[in-house]
């Protein structure tokens, strides 16, 4: 695996409890993970919820280790201030020797929303916030909380320094660095489903699972929109069994849908009947075009490589033009020798 302190410029102690965060699958509730530094910044414990009803992050410290005021605490959501099913978090830190407390973001639930930071912070603890934490391992968490029940849709692309997504010339189907690749996996594991396009499908035979140590068990769902075609379609849907594929048409096969003129509202509907809140599209020209056209992006990754390519597809100029006019560029982050051109 890559330098994690590559990734999103993180401290990497906080980069350790969002990878401790992405473990479990805990909806209804956000995923948090929390790490615990000794005075010599060694990780002394490390703890993330499990789902509802069972301890958060914060707590799974609590108890595993004994406290001391030299320690310093990294969650990557503010604790919880209220009592739910589990202790108020901040309540709870409070009763230990800790001083120092890092947190990823304001908690955008109601019943803590900055109470928790103003409360540590009134009994005398240092607090530090890293904004963009929560955001980036729960991308739907603050539209739930502010009664928006869209899908969180989330772009990539790969492209050469001289803007082509495709090498027409090599074989591989890489564009970009392997730190990219790092962070696409890790991109992928924080959302509840990715999709991609027929012929990406046929050219890059991607797997489209999560590569990433500690975290390649979790399973997403993986789609391909496949469009009006049917005479390879079973031939497909068979070889990616573990891919559902989205068509105009009825087939016998379980993991062929059909989503009615493959409209971008009949695919939104779909995924909102399958609990889906948040969406990565891993598109080329044809499917980002798609979700352009209905102005839906709520954050872009765009991946640039130094190389340029000699033979290749150019990425098309309505994605430029969108990215630029429609969306603001809100991070840059150095991946070896790519850039990575975060959009919101
Ligand atoms: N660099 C990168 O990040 C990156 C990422 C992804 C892909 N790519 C490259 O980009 C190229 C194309 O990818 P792409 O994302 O533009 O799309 P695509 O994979 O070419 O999928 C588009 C095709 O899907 C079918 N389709 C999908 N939705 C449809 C709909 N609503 N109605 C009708 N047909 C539909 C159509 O097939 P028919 O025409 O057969 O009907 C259409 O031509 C590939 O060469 C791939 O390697 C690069």
């Not at 530090?128 to 772009?155: A, M, Q, R, W």
């Not at 591989?172 to 696409?184: A, P, Q, R």
Request: aromatic share 8%; net charge negative; proline share 3%.
């Amino acid at each position: 695996m890559a330098d994690p302190s590559h990734f999103l410029e993180y401290p990497n102690s906080m980069y350790l409890a969002v990878i401790e965060a992405l473990k479990a699958e805990t909806f209804p509730n956000p995923k948090v993970g929390a790490v615990l530094l000794n005075k010599n910044n060694k990780v002394k414990a490390i703890g993330h919820h499990k789902g509802k009803g069972t301890n958060h992050a914060e707590i799974e410290i609590i108890n595993n280790t004994s406290i001391e005021s030299t320690d310093t605490l990294y969650v990557t959501l503010e604790p919880c201030f209220h009592t739910d099913s589990s202790p108020s978090c901040a309540d709870e830190l409070l009763k230990t020797e800790i001083q120092n407390v890092v947190i990823g973001d304001i908690d955008s639930d109601k019943r803590t929303s900055g109470k928790s930071i103003e409360k540590l912070k009134n009994n005398g603890l240092n607090v530090t916030l890293i904004e963009g934490v929560n955001n980036f391992v729960n991308p739907n968490y603050n539209k739930k909380n502010y009664g928006d029940n869209s899908i969180t849709y989330i772009g990539k692309i790969a492209t050469s320094d001289d803007n082509k997504i495709f090498d027409y010339s090599n074989s591989s189907k890489y564009i970009t660095n392997s730190e990219s690749l790092d962070f696409t996996h890790l991109l992928r594991s924080t959302v509840d489903a990715i999709l991609i396009g027929k012929n990406t499908l046929i050219t890059d035979n991607p797997q489209l699972n999560i590569r990433l140590n500690p975290l390649s068990h979790i399973d997403i769902y993986k789609y391909v929109l496949w469009g009006n075609d049917r005479n390879d379609i079973e031939k497909y849907a068979k070889k990616h069994s573990e891919k559902l594929f989205l068509t105009s048409f009825d087939n016998k096969l379980s993991n062929v849908v059909n989503i009615n003129n493959l409209t971008f509202e009949n695919l939104d509907s779909h995924m909102k009947n399958q609990n889906i809140n948040s969406l990565l599209v891993e598109g080329g020209n044809y499917v980002h075009k798609l979700f352009i056209s209905s102005q839906i992006y709520d954050y872009f990754y765009k991946f640039v490589s130094e190389n340029t390519i000699i033979e290749g597809l150019s990425i098309d100029k309505h994605i430029l033009e969108y990215l630029m006019n429609d969306m603001i560029q809100i991070k840059e982050i150095q991946l070896k020798d790519n850039s990575l051109h975060i959009y919101n």
